[in-house]
């Protein structure tokens, strides 16, 4: 009883590595094209991008004037890529990276977080 307990509460073997994962990338507009063909390549299985405005650290300036603080958003893309596993996920921020960067600032930013469950509206299906 006691070692059946222990066996259900340990986590599935390589659950972790094997759970969804979403890729959510800020990037800059004038990266998309050569974010796609990077993605294209990597056998991404769906995407959603979306025209987004924000700022980073710099609060969208380079520059600041006396003591006042200036603020503005930026105009950038978001990409959204749901990927199996924690593999996939690095295979896609690695090619997300790669296209994307110059070195200067305002280059983008990527978070990757945990999915609870996906499904295809059409069939029903759990899949990514
Ligand atoms: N902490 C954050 N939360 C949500 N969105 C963010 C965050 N940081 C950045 N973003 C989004 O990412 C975009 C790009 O940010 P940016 O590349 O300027 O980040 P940064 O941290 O300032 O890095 P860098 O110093 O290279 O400019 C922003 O315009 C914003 O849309
Ligand atoms: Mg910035």
């Known amino acids: 009883m006691k070692s059946e307990n222990k066996t259900a509460a340990a986590p599935r073997k390589g659950a972790k590595a094997k759970g969804l994962k979403k890729v959510e990338a800020f990037v800059r507009p004038g990266a998309l094209k050569k974010i796609m063909l990077a993605l294209a ?11 987004v405005q924000g700022h980073g650290r710099q609060r969208g300036v380079k520059e600041h004037y006396r003591d006042q603080t200036t603020m503005s958003l930026l105009t950038k893309f978001k990409l959204e890529i749901v990927v199996e596993g924690g593999d996939e996920a690095r295979r896609i921020v690695d090619a997300i990276v790669k296209a994307a960067r110059t070195g200067e600032y305002g280059d983008g930013k990527i978070f990757v977080y945990d999915v609870e469950r996906a499904l295809r509206i059409r069939t029903g299906e759990p899949v990514v």
Do not use: K
């Open 41 to 51: 390549e990597a056998d991404y299985p769906g995407l959603t991008v979306t025209e």
